[in-house]
């Protein structure tokens, strides 16, 4: 079930740099794109960098609303998630095509994608040079939402392939996330340090 998750913790959901999805809506129109280049910025008021290519059906949206949301899919959305960065949203519904699920937002007019480990509701920042040189947008998190059978505590817990998340190398080729490793503080060894 989808659940909120405290803003302060909004990182966490893409601190592990998965491929994410992209959703915008103007003017009765909405689109999905898939995203490599999206990552956690701040904590508090938290903010993501999410790059969207000039000339794209997203870019006329997201410039046109001011507004997106970034949605982290699963290894049971793979080849929807490849589709949706192939295909121009100018050219089809991708929603119709694909026969999409989605659900409102509680913040922004474009819809969340269903199946989704994590959905980020998102309002563009006025930083135009960013946008117009480097195609970057900086963006505020509204709202943060997860899968709470993945997503709790603050922690994902990811035990089968089906809910790993993608990580785009090129071509159509993924890895999934993997398995998790706690990691211990060493205890020094030599001469202690100065105080």
Not at 2 to 28: C, D, E, F, M, Q
Not at 90 to 102: P, Q, R
Not at 107 to 117: F, K, T
Request: charged share 20%; net charge negative; proline share 8%.
């Amino acid at each position: 079930m989808r659940t909120p998750v405290p803003l302060k913790l909004a990182y966490r959901l893409l601190n592990h740099g998965p491929t994410t999805l992209i959703t915008s809506a103007h003017g009765g129109r909405r689109n999905v794109m898939a995203a490599a280049w999206v990552m956690p910025l701040d904590f508090e008021p938290p903010k993501l960098a999410v790059v969207v290519a000039s000339g794209t059906e997203t870019r006329r949206l997201v410039d046109a609303s001011g507004a997106l949301v970034v949605h982290v899919p699963t290894r049971a959305q793979l080849d929807l998630t490849w589709t949706v960065g192939s295909v121009s949203g100018a050219d089809v519904d991708k929603f119709v095509a694909y026969g999409i699920a989605t659900a409102p937002a509680s913040q922004v007019d474009a819809p969340l994608i269903e199946g989704c480990a994590a959905w980020l509701e998102c309002r563009v920042l006025p930083k135009p040079d960013l946008a117009a040189e480097l195609d970057l947008f900086v963006v505020e998190v509204l709202a943060a939402w997860a899968d709470d059978t993945v997503f709790d505590d603050g922690a994902w817990h990811l035990t089968t392939d089906t809910q790993r998340h993608l990580h785009h190398v090129a071509r159509g080729r993924f890895f999934l996330t993997g398995a998790p490793v706690d990691a211990a503080l060493l205890e020094p060894r030599g001469p202690k340090a100065m105080p």
